[in-house]
């Protein structure tokens, strides 16, 4: 085979391997948006889940003289909740991280970290203050909430994940160094989903608990899991939070 020969065969392939790749590219990105675009329109996402949680406070307050089924019908609440919360936080993705982010409509303007946690909880029909919490640290928020806490100082990322698989399956609010977000643990994986400041242009995003980000790096790791029965109860019957 003459040299000349040789270099276009060499070029063949290679333009040949770079356009499966960007093929391949381009499939991934389609099929990621396609999910996300797949889901309902925000503010029908948000009036459905009030209707549901209304339906939840027939039932439950018809039931006031029954606690096991009072209890059932708030076992059935937390799963919906653990359900629907993924395409809330979903619609938001790719919704740009900004210091001062406080966007109330996903892909419109910016959001940060504290903000996007608030407003994803207030979209779900929690009755909290937005605002005020979304300002304070996190553990302030993370303490509103929660009442299974546990605070790691300089630990490996091995300890967290060990942590949450024995607290089991759930959602559960981090809070880190100077960030905040949620570790969603379902059918056997585990996601961190934030407003990413690391990566700000993408913004909110889902992503594996190690690597490179915010959850990874910090020294400091409050962890609280959610959506326990008062929580759920405070959904049903839409109770007021104080600041």
């Known amino acids: 085979m003459s040299l000349q020969n040789f270099i276009l065969l060499a070029v063949f392939f290679l333009f040949s391997c770079s356009s499966k790749s960007n093929e391949q590219k381009e499939s991934e990105i389609v099929n990621e948006v396609t999910e996300i675009e797949n889901l309902k329109p925000y503010a029908e996402l948000k009036k459905e889940t009030i209707e549901k949680r209304e339906a939840f406070r027939k039932a439950y307050e ?35 991280w900004t210091f001062h982010g406080h966007s109330q409509t996903p892909k419109e303007g910016s959001i940060a970290c504290g903000y996007f946690v608030t407003t994803t909880l207030r979209d779900m029909g929690f009755n909290i203050p937005r605002i005020k919490w979304a300002q304070q640290a996190s553990e302030y928020l993370i303490k509103k909430v929660s009442t299974d806490i546990k605070r790691f100082q ?47 242009k993408i ?41």
């Open 154 to 200: 300089q630990k490996p990322m091995k300890d967290i994940v060990s942590y949450i698989e024995s607290k089991g399956e759930g959602l559960y609010i981090v809070g880190l160094d100077s960030h905040v977000g949620y570790i969603y643990y379902l059918n056997g994986k585990m996601s961190f989903v934030h407003a990413n400041y690391y990566k700000p």
């Open 62 to 96: 018809a039931n006031k003289n029954n606690k096991e089924k009072q209890d059932s019908i708030l076992l059935e609440a937390q799963k919906y909740l653990l359900t629907i919360s993924d395409d809330f936080f979903r619609s938001w993705y790719n919704t740009p």
């Open 203 to 243: 913004g909110v995003m889902s992503e594996p608990l190690t690597g490179r980000n915010p959850l990874n790096d910090s020294k400091y790791r409050v962890i609280g899991k959610i959506f326990d029965k008062e929580m759920v109860k405070n959904w049903i019957l839409n109770v007021a939070y104080p600041e």
